[in-house]
């Protein structure tokens, strides 16, 4: 029912910044809340935000909290992830994914992207 595309990934330096991108499409933005999760090499998947864009409530990951904001645009079908002061442990394969409802169970979330690699190496 809804597809997302993620976009922004890259290679940066610790301490940088980048801001990933999740498009959305075959429905309207505030029908659904939208997760971002990451998953690095031998590691499992791993929570990192969440907001549900119709109230505007958000979530953060404890390892996150303070360096990384998720905002919506409506306007825009766009979810936002800015990541701030950056460290090699946040390497990981970003992905957005949608859900009727912020909850922690990752298969409560049925629609993912395609993911976008964020590289974090001096």
């Known amino acids: 029912q809804v597809q997302l595309v993620e976009s922004g990934g890259g290679l940066v330096q610790p301490g940088g910044s980048l801001r990933l991108s999740c498009a959305v499409s075959?429905?309207?933005?505030?029908?659904?809340?939208i997760g971002w999760f990451r998953q690095a090499p031998g590691k499992k998947r791993e929570g990192v935000s969440c907001i549900t864009t119709s109230d505007g409530s958000t979530w953060y990951v404890d390892s996150v909290e303070g360096r990384f904001t998720i905002s919506g645009d409506n306007a825009k079908n766009t979810v936002y992830l800015q990541m701030n002061s950056l460290e090699p442990e946040d390497t990981a394969i970003y992905y957005c994914a949608a859900s009727r409802a912020c909850v922690s169970d990752y298969s409560e979330f049925g629609s993912w992207g395609q993911g976008t690699q964020v590289t974090v190496s001096s």
């Open positions: 075959g429905d309207t933005l505030d029908h659904w809340s």
